[in-house]
């Protein structure tokens, strides 16, 4: 296996993006920042009335990818929700142009190197549990008695994050099949339909 370290010039250089503030940004973003917390969803939204929930490893910090899942009528009904950043950023700025140079965040056995600073990351684009986030989601319906997709659509739109958990708790979750009901659900549908997506994934 080959570890790759970051190099001290490199992470000299990812401190100072990390460590820039709010007041820095101020000017890359757009003014949907200024009015993120006051946004909420109407009650006509399809995502107001679902459980979205983000699982990921022990040390994970940008949090960038939720999923939501119901069955009814053997139909499930799967959302996979992925933080919308550019909802945010002002495509004439900096910020935009530095994003656009790094294309994603890479990860070092010994450092990470985040796509946006620390502010932004692991903050406002991030999917933390009880914030409401602008998303990018895909909606599928899926009937496994059949083996197919009936339906799926593309979505913009801000959703409510409710819950954040860790793959080792899930786990056991699964086993005990002791959690709140809803949340149990959730967790239950997408093993139910892990096999069918493995093997979509493999197609």
Known sequence: MIVWFASKELTDKTTAWRKLSEEDLEDMLTGSYASTITNSITAGNDASNLLIVKVDGETAEELDDAFSCTKKHELYHLGIHIANPMYYINPQSLLFEEATKRASSLYFND?????????????????NQGTIRNVISLYVDIDLINQQIVKYDVVLEPVYIQKND???????????????LDYLNTLNNIQDLMPFLTKFYQM
């Open 166 to 180: 860790r793959y080792p708790r899930c786990s056991q979750i699964l086993k005990t099949q002791k959690e709140e």
């Open 111 to 127: 450092t990470t190197i985040p796509m946006y600073p620390d502010v932004l990351s692991k903050d406002l684009f991030s999917l």
